[in-house]
């Protein structure tokens, strides 16, 4: 027999899932369509009314999201410049309904490989933070998702929050994703770039540091390191994007064939969006990957 479980404070819920083993609901856009076609037999453990699970806050160092912030919440917030990747891509999670509903705590927890929000969260050095009955914990979400569907998370841990450093609250961002249609699909693939421009530089702006993530073409989304130490010192403007060169998706990126595109059509698009990115971060007029 299964329990519904509805805590209103996050010691309640951390209390509920130690004792019992049960699973988490908070959005429900995930979970219920994965048991449409089977009962649940599970303990149900509703953490929709744990308040101290919601809202986006700034602390000296950096700004937190909390777990059950709706991507409408996110997209509709007033955040810094370099959240702009993280909001394009919060108005591409399914549609109105799904962005309403729909949680960063369960986009993550879920761990598809076409999680539109963990490229752009993994541009902003992001890690997440888990509490449990026995206490609590911060992984870097590159840490966190582990592959298809797998994640570090232990059976009795809430992901409370995620955490961006306010250091890259100014660089430049963008997130592109290249679908069959406009809305409600699965990503092809997915790209985020984020660019910290060095102003000071006696040769014009420059590119001190860079960030580039893609999603779709690995079991988990993955960082482009040898891409993003090769832009380091490029000058930031127009045409920047031409630096990305195939090589440096080899041994990164795992693209397959499915039924929404071939391994080799995901690789070349993925490297045409990244260029895209990359320009768009830099003054360039951004074009839609859709």
Known sequence: MSLFLQPATLAEAVQALA???????????DFFPARVDRPITETV?????????????????RILIGGRTTWSEIASAPLPRGFDGLKSAAREIGGIQIQNFGTVAGNLCNASPAADSVPPLLTLDAEVRLASASGT????????????RKTARRADEILTSVAVPRRLENAASSFLKLGARRYLVISIVMVAVTIVVDERNDDGNCVAEARVAVGSCSAQARRLPRLEESLVGAAARPGLGKLAAAEYLDGVLAPIDDLRATAAYRRDASLTLIRRALDACVGATPVSGA
């Open 19 to 29: 004792e019992t083993r049960g699973v988490l609901l908070s959005g429900g856009t």
């Open 45 to 61: 453990i509703d953490i929709s009314r744990v308040r101290e699970l919601k809202g986006i806050s700034v602390e000296a160092d």
């Open 137 to 148: 914990r911060t992984l870097p979400l590159a840490d966190f998702i582990l592959g298809n």
